[in-house]
């Protein structure tokens, strides 16, 4: 077995995986159904099946072709949860982790027990990590206009055990709602700009939906659109909780100045990058 470890190492590095030590690791383990420490630690004498040899190939020849390591093993990790996820889905970032803090915060501080929407939800690792770590939250509706990110959702929100707790909803933004009110809209909406695409890196263009990536033009067509529609959606002091590209937050600045909103904090991620910004409306707020 040493051998096949050292030879899927090679062949990773040789084509320039840059994630290679990390990567054979995690992909062997998920092949063999072994531990870090199981592969890492592999003598000589553990015979693998045909069958095994098989499946480590076929998952080094995928990374090779530059497929996501989440949607070969078919899970990542967000959260410190586990989320399923395949190319039906936006990979989940830890830059968007803060969403969640953020949201956690101000729901945790609500006056009564908040309701949250949220828009274009994928996997639905910002809702289920939200829910899972608020109990005083009434109620959460996660919508995406993808039937396909929907079953992947509805998957880990079962895997969760947030049945009870998150409803779906198959809509084109607010297209198939009605007259439902809450307290918090979040949204990780696509935000690239349609021309950018093809400069992303293979992993994202080739193997993730580009459903969830164009934000048109000028990146900003579902911040408009959610800005705009909104308030229709948003109970008396409402927030609207958007994550956001790094070099997004003036555009942000603008169309809020627009708009029956206002910014009231933008927050930075990990890596120093203006990744949040929540918004809260003007009208209702004054009320
Ligand atoms: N953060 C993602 C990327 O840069 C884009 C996510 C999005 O458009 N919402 O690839």
């Given amino acids: ?5 050292q030879n899927c190492k090679q062949q990773l590095k040789e084509a320039g995986i840059e994630s290679w030590n990390i990567d054979y690791l995690v992909l062997l383990c998920a092949a063999l159904n072994k531990t870090k420490e199981e592969i890492v630690f ?12 098989l499946k480590i190939e076929n998952f080094i020849s995928r990374r090779i072709n530059r497929e996501p390591v989440s949607h070969i093993i078919n899970h990542r990790e967000f959260y ?4 399923h996820v395949d190319a039906n889905v936006l990979d989940p970032r830890p830059d968007s982790e803060i969403l969640v ?12 027990n908040p309701s949250i929407m949220e828009v274009g939800t994928g996997s639905g690792c910002l809702s289920i990590s939200i829910a899972k770590n608020c109990p005083n939250i009434s109620s959460m509706l996660a919508i995406d206009i993808s039937k396909e990110a929907l079953e992947v959702c509805k998957k ?13 909803l198959e809509s084109n933004v607010f297209s ?33 939906p580009r459903l969830a990536l164009d934000g048109g033009d000028d990146g900003l067509d579902f911040y408009r659109q959610i800005i705009d529609e909104s308030p229709k959606f948003l109970n008396k002091n409402g927030f609207l909780i958007f994550e956001i590209g790094f070099d ?13 909103f206002e910014i009231i904090d933008t927050v ?17 707020a004054a009320e």
């Fill in 176 to 208: 198939r709602l009605r007259d439902e009110k809450f307290d918090i809209i979040i949204s990780n909406p696509p935000y690239i700009k349609t021309k950018d695409i093809e400069e992303l890196q293979d992993e994202v263009r080739n193997f993730e």
């Fill in 248 to 260: 997004q937050k003036n555009d942000l600045i603008n169309l809020a100045g627009k708009s029956d």
């Fill in 268 to 284: 930075q991620d990990l890596a120093q990058n203006d990744r949040v910004v929540i918004l809260r409306s003007i009208f209702l």
């Fill in 1 to 5: 077995m040493k051998n096949i470890i």
């Fill in 42 to 53: 592999a003598d000589d004498n553990i015979e693998l099946s045909k069958e095994e040899v």
């Fill in 101 to 112: 803090f953020e949201t956690l915060k101000i729901a945790k501080n609500f006056e009564g």
């Fill in 80 to 83: 410190g949860l586990d989320f």
């Fill in 156 to 168: 880990n929100i079962a895997s969760h055990g947030l049945g009870s707790k998150i409803a779906t």
